[in-house]
């Protein structure tokens, strides 16, 4: 029995990181989503309210406007819209010093935020996140 893909789904892409942006965008594509890139939060906010999409990929910490704040702010925009929050600014910072507070991926959570990634991910892990935040049935580790 042949398997049915799932639709792609239109989804936006904040995060400052020039390379981890076009990183995303590759990732997303292999999946066969449709991706909308922004530059930092009020720029995510702008192309939200203007451009429709399934799904919301943020990063928590970025100049201008935070990503907790422009989670939160999407949030009030839209109850429903799937929200991953991601960073890489979890745990014990590589010189031992104890770096930013490991719960902000918590917080992010509190603030809106539907599920959360820690980067570095797999593409393969982001993906199944995806499909779970979007409801298409497959559970992580599924193709």
Request: net charge negative; hydrophobic share 40%; with cysteine.
């Amino acid at each position: 029995m042949e398997r049915v893909k799932p639709a792609m789904a239109r989804i936006l892409v904040i995060e400052d990181d020039e390379p981890v942006r076009g990183t995303l965008k590759a990732m997303l594509e292999s999946g066969g989503h449709v991706v909308t890139l922004a530059v930092n939060g009020d720029d995510g906010i702008q192309k939200f309210r203007h451009e429709p999409c399934d799904l919301v990929l943020c990063d928590v910490f970025m100049p201008q406007k935070e990503g907790l704040e422009t989670v939160s702010e999407i949030r009030q925009l839209s109850a429903s819209i799937p929200i991953i929050s991601m960073t890489g600014s979890v745990g014990p910072e590589s010189d031992g010093s104890s770096g930013r507070d490991p719960d902000f991926l918590r917080v992010a959570r509190a603030f809106g935020a539907t599920q959360t990634i820690t980067k570095p991910f797999r593409m393969a892990d982001l993906l199944a996140l995806v499909r779970q935040c979007l409801g298409t049935g497959l559970a992580p580790g599924q193709t």
